[in-house]
């Protein structure tokens, strides 16, 4: 299974952006299968949570500092998304995407070790 961000690049604070999840090589069939979770680093700061949708599509997860601007869009292609609304420059990171398989059908995973492939990131830079 291969994933690749994309959708990144640079807006003003109170834009939005649409992230992507592309997969590859999955094993049951398309992407709403998998629990799904969004990840981002920014310079100097470790890895953090953003959001997560379990496999059943119910279960969703948001870091405090993004609920309210941030979603996971589903539709029926191999794809996830990560819709972003009213930007703040300390959104400015590198965006990941990850998937599993694993762990309960209606709960999303919030650690990344929950997680079994990982996608290349993307950047997103807000500017003030």
């Known amino acids: 299974v291969q994933l690749q961000a994309s959708g990144g690049g640079l807006v003003q604070a109170g834009g939005s952006l649409r992230l992507s999840c592309e997969a590859s090589g999955l094993i049951f069939e398309t992407l709403r299968n998998y629990a799904i979770g969004w990840f981002r680093q920014a310079p100097g700061n470790e890895r953090e949570f953003v959001a997560a949708?379990?496999?059943?599509?119910?279960?969703l997860s948001y870091a405090e500092s993004v609920k309210g601007r941030f979603t996971i869009p589903r539709d029926n292609t191999q794809n996830t998304y990560l819709q972003m609304n009213s930007l703040k420059p300390e959104d400015t990171a590198v965006y990941y995407c990850?998937?599993?398989?694993?762990?309960?059908?209606?709960?999303?995973?919030?650690?990344?070790?929950?997680?079994?492939?990982w996608g290349q990131g993307t950047l997103v830079t807000v500017s003030s």
């Open positions: 949708i379990s496999r059943s599509g119910r279960g």
């Open positions: 990850a998937a599993t398989a694993r762990g309960p059908y209606n709960m999303g995973h919030k650690r990344e070790v929950d997680y079994d492939y």
